[in-house]
């Protein structure tokens, strides 16, 4: 028996059917076809990096004044972690206008180590608190295995709130990822977790399968962390071989903080 009911065992209603969406997307895979086939055994080719001159700029009609550029979009962030904390609670912030409930970042303000996560769960709402549940007791044995706790972590996610399916819009992508680069600043932690594929797309810009493996150097306003990127533990409930991968990650994390 799986983890779901069979087609001829059960009904697959919406909740399970999301719930396994949220089981791939955690796993790196995050669309079910390309446009063109692909051979995922060829090697990658090399592309040459190149740099296009700018468009010219279209000259004025006779007579006209030219039109003054277009005033770029509101990207100022508090500059403070305590206010910028309390803007991720706004109507000002990015998720304002999704249902349910915004959590924020919870642990002290210059903690060692900070733990970046895709968003809250579905019962996190409820509870206060980001990670609750199943994956909460996990993600706090998993902190116990390295000497930390929530008490000593600082705790975030990359959306306040909880995206329909648990999947960060397309379009909100990018301003999520500044946002959360922008927060790691503020903290500037020595070492950075990253849990999960929209953990590793926000930070490091590349899916949680190529990420994994090894540390990554991350510059922020203040300075550089040591990133590693691993799996969430929702995903480690569905799939616990995979606790043998974390483990190292885990171990990789405490290397870089020692060193």
């Known amino acids: 028996m799986g983890a779901f009911p069979t087609f001829d065992s ?9 719930s396994v969406l949220d089981w ?3 796993a790196g895979v995050d669309l079910l076809v390309e446009d063109e086939p692909r051979d995922w055994m060829a090697a990658e080719p090399v592309r040459p990096i190149g740099f296009a001159a700018p468009a010219p700029a279209p000259l004025p009609a006779p007579g006209l004044v030219p039109a003054l550029p277009a005033a770029a979009p509101a990207a100022l962030l508090p500059d403070t972690l305590d206010a910028f904390l309390a803007w991720r609670l706004s109507d000002a912030a990015p998720e304002a206008a999704w249902d349910g409930i915004s959590l924020t970042a919870t642990g002290p303000a210059e903690a060692p180590l900070m733990v970046l996560v895709d968003c809250p769960d579905r019962d996190d709402g409820e509870a206060g608190q980001i990670l609750s549940g199943a994956a909460g007791r996990l993600f706090d044995r998993m902190l116990a295995a390295i000497g930390q706790s929530r008490e000593t972590v600082h705790l975030a996610s990359v959306c306040a709130r ?3 399916a648990g999947r960060t819009p397309a379009g909100l992508e990018a301003r999520l990822a500044e946002i959360s680069l ?9 070492s950075l977790l990253l849990l999960g594929n929209a953990a590793s797309r926000a ?5 949680l399968t190529s990420a994994r493996g090894h540390s990554h150097a991350v510059d922020h306003k203040s300075g550089k962390s040591q990133a590693v990127a691993s799996f969430h533990p929702r995903f480690l409930i569905e799939k616990p071989m995979a606790k043998a991968e974390s483990w ?5 994390i405490m290397g870089d903080m020692r060193a």
Not at 183 to 190: A, K
Not at 248 to 252: A, E, I, V
Request: hydrophobic fraction near 40%; avoid cysteine; aromatic fraction near 6%.
């Open 182 to 190: 922008h927060h790691i600043g503020l903290v500037r932690p020595r």
């Open 203 to 207: 930070v490091l810009g590349t899916e």
């Open 10 to 18: 059960a009904p697959f209603d919406s909740a399970q059917a999301a």
């Open 162 to 164: 909880r995206p329909l």
């Open 248 to 252: 190292k990650d885990l171990q990789r």
């Open 24 to 26: 791939w997307h955690d």
